[in-house]
């Protein structure tokens, strides 16, 4: 038996880069390992994170992830099985299009659950979203959310926060309530593709900011709501003085790594394919070795290094923000993420949103 000390980790698999779509915003790196994971691969991946860790949630990403074939992932499933007796969770982030009834049933079968990506009504989803052809996968997304909501398999989308639709976030929010969907926003990431199309989709802090205001104050007064994340981090975040959410946390680098096709490790699945940030190959490295590096220790202190958020109210919840944000637009991890400004409005407008609910309740307590 293992005499590692054991803890929770969140790997985000990526067995191809492959894509069946080719989205504007793209941010998979051009130098990210090509070719699709072999078993090997699989089986040294799987046996080593679980043996130094005793609860894993598995994250296959890609690419696109359902390019493998469903054989593959029983074999991953029948590896976990063998070599642990902890807390195992899997769930795919798929871009929704190959999410057929055999899908669903493997998932239903094994407990995996199913995030998808969709960035709002038809005529948004499709100017980012669509095949190399430019054809349309609007209705077969939709339908495939559908269905995985239908058997609670998740259901959830990623919608990305750009110039595109950063005006129509409000009939985003509409039509995902209407469908059921819960939502997740995330801005732009630059990298990838997206580089070559940031002047076009690109936005700045301030604009992102005002964007996500309008937002927040739409699904804050609409009773009920669907989840609607970041928001829902952020108030628990003012509520209780802790971060949530990987982009706010004190270091990602406690709880995640990225593991690529041909088993190169990463900090996260944003830098697949920066050499700046290989950490090793799960092939031919020690796992708690690669953990517990100096290189990976640099990057988990990274927020004792970003001194210009040490006098920032929010720090405490913000942490500097997403270190690959500020590396993209700096090349420096130890600067505060680009969409800084576009945070702290966020947390000081939602701050007073909360506080006048809270102070209403008072009165209304006392009334009775």
């Not at 989308?157 to 509409?174: C, F, H, M, R, T």
């Not at 600067?335 to 309740?361: G, M, N, P, W």
Request: charged share 25%; with cysteine; glycine share 8%.
């Amino acid at each position: 038996m293992s005499q590692h000390p054991k803890k929770r980790i969140s790997v985000i698999v990526k067995p191809t880069h492959d894509c069946n779509l080719a989205c504007t915003y793209c941010y998979v790196d051009p130098n990210a390992e090509i070719g699709r994971m072999s078993e090997p691969t699989l089986w040294n991946m799987t046996s080593k994170v679980l043996e130094i860790h005793d609860s894993v949630r598995f994250i296959w990403h890609g690419g696109e992830p359902l390019l493998m074939p469903l054989s593959f992932y029983e074999r991953a499933v029948e590896f976990q099985q063998k070599h642990h007796d902890g807390q195992v969770e899997n769930g795919f982030q798929t871009n929704g299009t190959l999410v057929t009834d055999d899908v669903l049933d493997f998932c239903e079968r094994y407990g995996f659950d199913i995030g998808f990506s969709l960035d709002g009504p038809r005529e948004m989803n499709d100017r980012t979203r669509h095949t190399r052809t430019g054809e349309s996968v609007f209705d077969r997304i939709l339908g495939a959310i559908h269905k995985a909501k239908q058997r609670k398999l998740g259901g959830g989308a990623i919608v990305v926060v750009n110039k595109l639709n950063k005006s129509g976030l409000g009939g985003i929010y509409e039509f995902a309530k209407s469908e059921g969907i819960n939502l997740k926003l995330n801005p732009l990431i630059k990298a990838g593709r997206t580089l070559s199309m940031y002047g076009d989709l690109g936005l700045g802090p301030q604009e992102y900011g005002s964007a996500m205001i309008d937002l927040f104050d739409v699904w804050f007064y609409d009773k009920p709501a669907i989840k609607l994340d970041p928001f829902d981090d952020m108030i628990a975040s003012l509520l209780t003085n802790k971060a949530f959410g990987c982009n706010y946390s004190e270091s990602c680098q406690s709880s995640f790594i990225s593991i690529g096709p041909q088993g190169d490790i990463y900090p996260c699945g944003r830098f697949d394919g920066n050499g700046e940030f290989y950490l090793g190959n799960i092939n031919t490295d020690d796992l708690t070795e690669v953990l517990t590096s100096e290189r990976r220790e640099w990057l988990r202190r990274r927020i004792e290094r970003v001194e210009e958020c040490q006098p920032c109210e929010y720090r405490q919840i913000c942490n500097s923000g997403c270190m690959h944000n500020a590396y993209m637009q700096t090349g420096n991890i130890d600067t505060r993420d680009y969409y800084c400004a576009s945070y702290k409005i966020l947390f000081s407008h939602i701050q007073k949103r909360v506080e006048a609910e809270l102070a209403k309740a008072e009165v209304r307590q006392d009334v009775v």
